[in-house]
């Protein structure tokens, strides 16, 4: 962990309390922290440092740590690899999805988090524009890979033909990114551990449809942008799986009730103000379906429209 995070978290236990974190250091190299521990000044509750990742999780959420299937299995691993990094690997198949929802990031010296942030793609992307970047995952396999990249600058991977057989890919990078002001965490992006207005940008891309509780997110996302010169760049599907959320939850696609509409409809209510999720109000300044792939096989793909709506204060 990059010592200059330290100031940018808090305890995800004590999120009202803007509790500030100690940081103590076993083993570090320059000015990364491979072993150590932060420790709340308010509730006492430690959270380590290994081999680099610092690990940010509430208590329960510590399951999702020792998952081996979901997002933390290899095959996933391959899937999105391939999916963020298609476009620089120059696979003909590959779509600009990340050139697209990176388009619309504004050079300022604010910070910039990236929620869900899977291999980091979005994240080396923001750090053209901004100070400092976190990209935040609950999937230790993803953000392994995401540090790795950092340090490394290049990718390495075995890509999933089928089964068990792979054909490796690599590439050097060399895309203008700032990788010493950006680093990766395992956090939750339903206790977001971060003191309120830490960031004038966060993007929240094809991670509302995966979270239990996605009203609960937004008002993460609320409490952690700042209040005025900020931008949140929002993207999702909306395609609603009882497998990751429950109906009763779900923030459109229902067949009665206030959420009887489509995602974007909903999305712009709620950025006007509705319910006070966001407030101050969200201005909506950019629209746009961006078309997204994921890679599992060679004969398995998912095509995605992802429904970007950016809104500003
Ligand atoms: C559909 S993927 C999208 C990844 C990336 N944002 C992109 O668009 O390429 C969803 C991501 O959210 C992560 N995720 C799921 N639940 C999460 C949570 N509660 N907190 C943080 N990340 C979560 C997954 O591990 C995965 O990386």
Known sequence: MKKWLQEKLSCPECLHQESRLELEI???????????????TICGRGYPIHKGIAILLPEKSLPILTESKGYN??????????S????????????DAYKVWSSCFRNTDGCALDIGCSVGRLSFELTRTHANVIGMDTSISFIRKARELMNQKQLQFDMIIEGQITEK???VFDNGWNY????????????????QNTFSTVASVNILEKVPDPIKHLVGVNRVLDDQNAMFV????????????????????QTEGRYACRGLETMGRLFAGEDGIFDPPLKVTAKQDVSWKIRKTE?????????MMIGER
Request: glycine share 4%; proline share 6%.
């Open 234 to 253: 929002f993207s999702d599907p909306f395609s609603w799986d009882e497998a990751f959320v429950d109906p009763e939850h779900w923030l459109s696609g």
């Open 299 to 307: 004969n398995l793909w998912e095509h995605i429209h992802s429904q």
């Open 73 to 82: 299995s290899n095959g996933m691993l391959s899937s999105y690899l391939w």
């Open 84 to 95: 963020h990094y298609c476009d620089l690997l120059h696979d003909p198949d590959a779509t």
């Open 26 to 40: 076993q083993t570090e190299q320059a000015d990364d922290v491979i072993e150590g521990q932060l420790t709340c």
């Open 169 to 171: 890919q690599s590439i």
């Open 180 to 195: 010493g002001n950006v680093d990766f965490i395992v956090a939750d992006a339903l206790a977001l551990p971060f003191p």
